[in-house]
Each structure stands twice: as structure tokens, then as C-alpha cells.
């Protein structure tokens, strides 16, 4: 199983996720995470591994699997948004292994369930209010997988289809001028008072969220822990919150309780 | 408070949010989805209202809010995507309504809580494996509320920039033509083999999931309830899944226990 923890704190994993962890004998992860989850484990095994062994972590996964063992391998926020879902997939395929649900009722290598959560553009967007109401792209700035100029590339078709532009990987330590770089394309396309929002730790220790302006966006509270919403042509602010309106004001303007069908938010 | 339901199965609603309804005095939100979260409720008012009442239950909320009542405006996958948290924001602002967090020490009308969860995107991603691990776009093809020309220009700069390209309502009783529009201006620039994933009810009762090509893909199984995942040109089928890889393989190919330090998925 690939288990998505969600932003951190357990409120927000879902039961589905608190039950793998519960069923699982093994335990992989990143250090952090494990830790995140500790007060959920009983007597699992754990395997926790530093900040660039994914394909070690996901080697014992495999290992683990093969030899019938229940593995629970935990990502944080949703593993299937530049998580570890992708990666352990990818090395089943290339090593030639037979994978599938468990209700598939195939015949397998072992069973894998990729479990959902809730993603950090979710707990950074419900923190800023509604930024994400619109179409949106999601651009993670990290150049260590991705040619930088792909990611330019990207940025500048996001601001030509007025997307509202979510960054994840905004910087590390290593990484410094990715963002500024970003800003200064974003600049050349989009009003210098588009609003954009800045969410540290979203839902874990030490939270802490920021309403700015393109021109004004600096790079001082972001780290890796972090994500950027950029506002489209029509998000505006709203006391701490960011608003990315969808159409609707016709219909709550002047007509409160006559609205005409047609609307289409999912309830 | 707006409460985010996830796909549908309670295992898949996170604790914040259940927590969030048991402590509400009215639960406002669309029939089908009030529905679906009464097994969780005591002795809540309930005010549950048709698909087209989006402003009706908004106001609800705001009214009852204002008389100092704890109200749970409930709203399928994540509120904040294409749900009900931008409406309920839109509607406060207009009415000059002062709103705030419930840690924000502020001076407000009343509190408001945005509380995110498992979105659509995700729960369709979990069930096709691993079609998100890159850069996506999130488009929705109601053109109830955005321009058809709109839509259509953030499909081709979508394509443009090879992203994964995830459309949200693909299709409704009365609007049956948009998703083989996009498929036929995505054939212009992508290879008519890229591998789609259709996901129905993800995560609810009448649970299905179909890989197929972009060439191939017909409008048979989907409805309002369907999310449509277009890979990137390294997507690829792997049995039943889908994987759209993060640039690992020379990581995990040849030294699978040696990796140099530089990878960067989230852990």
C-alpha cells in the first residue's frame, strides 16, 4: 500500500490511511513523515530512510511485498501529487512485476492500494480562503528531475491561459532564484497586483500563511515546506482570504432567492 | 464552516471534517451529498436543497451564521475546488460581511473555516495508480459558467506544454459535445496513442475505472460524476494502471541501492 499522510497533522489523514497503517507490518518512509505518524503505529516494523533514498525506500517496499508481508509506504499530502505513488510503480514495472488492486481479483506479484489524501494545494488553498475555484495548472520548480527551461516553458503557457498557478517546491535549500526567476516571467504577462498567496507548513507544526502581490512576492518565508498560489485575472483579496470567483455574480446579486437553474458548482 | 466530504465513502472523509459536522448545529448542502453524510449526523437541522441552489444554501449559511449559529455547509471532494468554499467567500464579501478564521484573534461577523479534503483529482488519480506525478493542469469543461473559447485555449496551451491534463465535469445530461471537442483539438497535438484514464464515482457506490487512448476515448461512461486524466507523452500503461514518470530511471535502473543524492520527491 501507498499511503498518503495528507498535510500532517491527523485530523486531516483519513481513516482509510489511520487503518493501513493500523493492517500494515511494515512501515516505509522518510524520516519526518514516519515520525508524523508514530503515535498511529503499534508494534510495525519501521524503515525509515533520509531525504534522497526514494529508491531505496521503495526497493525494500518491493523486497518486503514479495515476500507476502503487509507494507504500508507513506508519502505526505496525497501520493499520487509528486509523491512516492509514481515511483514505486515505476520500479514494479522495471523490474517486471505483476501489480493490482486488491478487489481486482488477478493474479499478482502482490496486491497494491494507492490510498489518497489530502493534498497540499487542497490544505494551502482551504488556509487562503478560495483560491483554486478556477482552472489551474500545478508547477513544481524543482530542476533536478525537470529540464528549467520546461518549467518556464510551463509557467509562461499557465499565464497565457490565465490559470491560477499553484508552485510546489518553491525553493530549497539549495535551490534559491528558481522563484524570483518565475516572478519576473510572471511579471512580463500578468498585473503586477495579481494577488498570490504563501503557505508554510499547512497544517502541521508551525503554520503560517501570507496574502502578497506578484511584485511584492519575496522569497524570504518560503522553503520546502512550502506552496505559492498565484491568482488569476480575477482573484481578488478578501480580509486574509484570497477569492477566485467563478461566474456566479449575476445570479447572487439582486436575486438572492430567484436564482434560474443553470449553475454549476458541485454541491 | 465549510466541510469538505471527500469522494463519497466516510473512510475517505478525514476526522477535521467529521468532527466538524458533529459539532454543527445546521448542515446545509445538495441532497445527494447531505445524503451521504447522514450516517454521521445526530440531531442536526438539516437543509438539503436541488442541484441549481448553490446561492439558496450559501445564503442559508450566511444567515444562520450571522444569527450566531455553527453551520456546516457540506461540499463534495475538496470545497475548494470548483466547490462550494469560493461561493460561500464571493457572498460574504458582497454583503460586506467580516469574516475570519477561528484562531485569527479578529473581530468578525463570524468565524468561517474552510476544511479541505480528499479532492476528485486525487481519488481518480489513486484508482489509475500513478497519472499525476508531473506537472498538471485542472480544467473543467462547464461551460455554464466560462467561455467554451475559453476552455478551449487552456486545452491547447495545456497541450502546448505537455502537461497532464485532468478535465472535471466532462459531461452533463444537457451537455453532451464538449469532451469530444477537446478530444479532437487534442489530437491535433498530442499522438493519438497517449494513454487516458476515465474514472467514474471514484470512491463511491458504483466505483469504475477504464484506460484506454486518446484516440480511442468515447463518451460512453462518463457523466457529472466522471474525471477524465489525459497522460503527458511519457504517461504510460502499465497493466491497469497508469504512470506518468518523474525522470528517476536512471536512479533506480542499474544501481538500485547506490542512488547519488539530488532526487526529489516528497517523501
Redesign the interface.
Given at each position: 500500500m501507498v499511503v498518503?499522510l495528507?498535510?500532517g497533522?491527523?485530523?486531516?489523514?483519513?481513516?482509510?490511511a489511520q487503518?493501513a497503517l493500523a493492517e500494515a507490518q511494515v512501515v516505509v518512509?522518510?524520516?519526518?513523515?514516519v515520525d508524523l505518524v508514530r503515535p498511529l503505529l503499534t508494534d510495525q516494523e519501521v524503515v525509515a530512510t533520509g531525504?534522497?533514498?526514494?529508491?531505496?525506500?521503495?526497493?525494500v517496499c518491493l523486497d518486503r511485498a514479495g515476500n507476502g508481508q503487509r507494507v504500508a509506504l507513506?508519502?505526505?499530502?496525497?501520493?499520487?501529487?509528486?509523491?512516492?505513488?509514481?515511483?514505486v510503480?515505476?520500479?514494479?514495472?522495471?523490474q517486471g512485476l505483476?501489480?493490482?488492486?486488491p478487489e481486482?481479483g488477478l493474479e499478482v506479484d502482490f496486491y497494491l492500494e494507492?490510498?489518497?489524501?489530502?493534498?497540499a494545494l487542497?490544505?494551502g488553498?482551504?488556509?487562503l480562503?478560495?483560491?483554486?475555484?478556477?482552472?489551474?495548472?500545478?508547477?513544481?520548480l524543482?530542476d533536478?528531475?525537470?529540464p528549467w527551461e520546461?518549467?518556464m516553458?510551463?509557467v509562461e503557457?499557465?499565464a497565457?491561459?490565465?490559470?491560477v498557478i499553484v508552485l510546489y517546491?518553491p525553493k530549497?535549500k539549495k535551490r534559491d532564484w528558481q522563484l524570483g526567476a518565475v516572478q519576473e516571467l510572471l511579471l512580463r504577462h500578468k498585473d503586477p497586483a495579481t494577488p498570490v498567496g504563501i503557505v508554510c507548513r499547512a497544517m502541521r507544526e508551525g503554520q503560517a500563511t501570507m496574502v502578497t502581490t506578484l511584485a511584492d512576492v519575496t522569497t524570504e518565508p518560503v522553503d520546502m515546506q512550502t506552496i505559492v498560489i498565484i491568482g488569476n485575472s480575477q482573484t481578488h483579496a478578501?480580509?486574509?482570504?484570497l477569492?477566485?470567483?467563478?461566474?456566479?455574480?449575476d445570479?447572487?446579486?439582486g436575486q438572492?432567492?430567484g436564482?434560474?437553474?443553470?449553475?454549476?458548482?458541485?454541491?
Open positions: 498518503s495528507g498535510p497533522f491527523p485530523e486531516y489523514i483519513i481513516p482509510r487503518e518512509g522518510y524520516q519526518t513523515y531525504m534522497t533514498a526514494e529508491v531505496k525506500r521503495c526497493q507513506v508519502s505526505s499530502g496525497d501520493a499520487g501529487i509528486y509523491g512516492m505513488a509514481g515511483l510503480l515505476e520500479m514494479c514495472a522495471a505483476k501489480v493490482g488492486p481486482g494507492v490510498i489518497p489524501g489530502v493534498p487542497a490544505a488553498a482551504a488556509l480562503g478560495a483560491p483554486l475555484m478556477h482552472d489551474f495548472v500545478t508547477i513544481s524543482s533536478l528531475l525537470t520546461t518549467i516553458k510551463r503557457l499557465a497565457q491561459g490565465d490559470f517546491n530549497s478578501y480580509g486574509q482570504y477569492i477566485t470567483p467563478r461566474g456566479y455574480r445570479k447572487y446579486q438572492v432567492s436564482e434560474k437553474p443553470g449553475s454549476r458548482v458541485r454541491g
